[in-house]
T-cell receptor, first 114, second 117 residues
């Protein structure tokens, strides 16, 4: 299995631009999580999906952030418009159902907003 | 309130020695899970070990063991026979039951471990 695949690995953009981060979970996993990691705030859960349905988006910082999961094999996290304080590493993670515990993380997408 | 506390921002250990990374947690639930993840400088998050709250035995995975003390709400990670490749950031995390079927992980602030040759 290829694991959780995230793209792009690195993104540098200018303030005000739209950013789209992508994630392909492990096949068969039915829960998907987006985390953000910064030096100041550590790892924060932004949103998670169960069977493609958003369960809790209370961690999404503000309306500039949105996430979708149109099917079981693809999710996006979009920031529009981006701001310098959005600079962080964004992780996607997935987990199988049926009582499974372990989250498998992708390699992360490092976003820099100038 | 902080749910996961890692009090050691940085730790040093001599190669081949054992090291303990501290983690305390706070929950009122009876059913929960505790995890340790490793984040090397390359950035990926690597799962190391899991302990369920009802597990009576301490979890072990190779050179990793979890010293689970339920009454003290601590879940320390012990790495035996440290190797240079163990140098990384280590995160403790807890899963608590939440509404619905999905269960979230809450992470501590991490401990940066450096293994000295």
């Amino acid at each position: 299995d290829a694991g959780v695949i995230q793209s792009p690995r690195h993104e540098v953009t200018e303030m005000g631009q739209e950013v789209t981060l992508r994630c392909k979970p492990i096949s068969g996993h039915n829960s998907l999580f987006w985390y953000r990691q910064t030096m100041m705030r550590g790892l924060e859960l932004l949103i998670y999906f169960n069977n493609n349905v958003p369960i809790d988006d209370s961690g999404m910082p503000e309306d500039r952030f949105s996430a979708k999961m149109p099917n079981a094999s693809f999710s996006t996290l979009k920031i529009q418009p981006s701001e310098p304080r959005d600079s962080a590493v964004y992780f996607c993670a997935s987990r199988s159902g049926a009582g499974a515990n372990v989250l498998t993380f992708g390699a992360g997408s490092r976003l820099t907003v100038l | 309130a902080q749910k996961i506390t890692q009090t050691q921002p940085g730790m040093f250990v001599q190669e081949k020695e054992a090291v303990t990374l501290d983690c305390t947690y706070d929950t009122s639930d009876q059913s929960y899970g505790l995890f340790w993840y490793k984040q090397p400088s390359s950035g990926e998050m690597i799962f190391l070990i899991y302990q369920g709250s009802y597990d009576e035995q301490n979890a072990t995975e190779g050179r990793y063991s979890l010293n689970f003390q339920k009454a003290r709400k601590s879940a320390n990670l012990v790495i035996s026979a440290s190797q240079l490749g163990d140098s990384a950031m280590y995160f403790c995390a807890m899963r608590e039951p939440t509404e619905g079927s999905a269960r979230q992980l809450t992470f501590g602030s991490g401990t940066q471990l450096t293994v000295l040759p």
